[in-house]
């Protein structure tokens, strides 16, 4: 399968208006290897062909201008309809990414309080009796997955602390051997 067809090979990320930072890094790593996060974190004018153009320029001019459209509907196929309507009259990859970026991540203020209260979802957690330690740790690491996204700072030694502290007590003894046989 060569690049110009692995364009369609796999569907964009969705973003529904929910949950910008995950979308985000979804959708960034999704247009980086599809070969146009050029295309949206640039603003470049495709120059005109010269006269007399040789085979190289004109190929490059139709990249360029390919990969400029390609990124643009990328982006429009990754939106709910709700937001395509908001979006579909700005001309470019870049002006778009603006938008959802202003629009959907939250200023200081919203993003502080977004902190706050996954903090505190952080402190509240305790693992269920009847929950494996998989599911625990997963749901336990979305939460700090989503404090790290929004920018604070998570120690590692903090999660551990918690997570040891929060399990039930069937597993004391497998803490207690952790806790000697390793440095926590």
Known sequence: MN??????TIAPPMF?????PVWAVRMETYLDTN???????QVYEVP????????????????????????????FAAVSSIIFIRIMTLKTAKEIWDFL????????RIKGIQV?????????????ESETIKEYFDRFLGIVNKVRL???DFSDSRIVQKVLVTIPKK????????ENSKDL
């Open 101 to 108: 970026k202003q629009e959907y991540k939250g200023n200081e």
């Open 48 to 75: 005109p062909l010269p006269d007399n153009p040789t085979l190289a320029q004109i190929k490059n001019q139709k990249r360029r201008k390919q990969r400029k459209a390609k990124a643009r509907a990328t982006l």
């Open 171 to 178: 597993f004391e003894a497998t803490i207690s051997f952790l």
């Open 116 to 128: 706050l209260n996954l903090i505190r979802e952080f402190e509240i957690q305790k693992m269920k």
């Open 150 to 152: 929004l920018g604070t």
């Open 35 to 41: 070969d146009l996060w050029e295309a949206v974190e």
């Open 3 to 8: 690049s110009e067809n692995s364009f369609t």
């Open 16 to 20: 529904d208006g929910t949950n910008y």
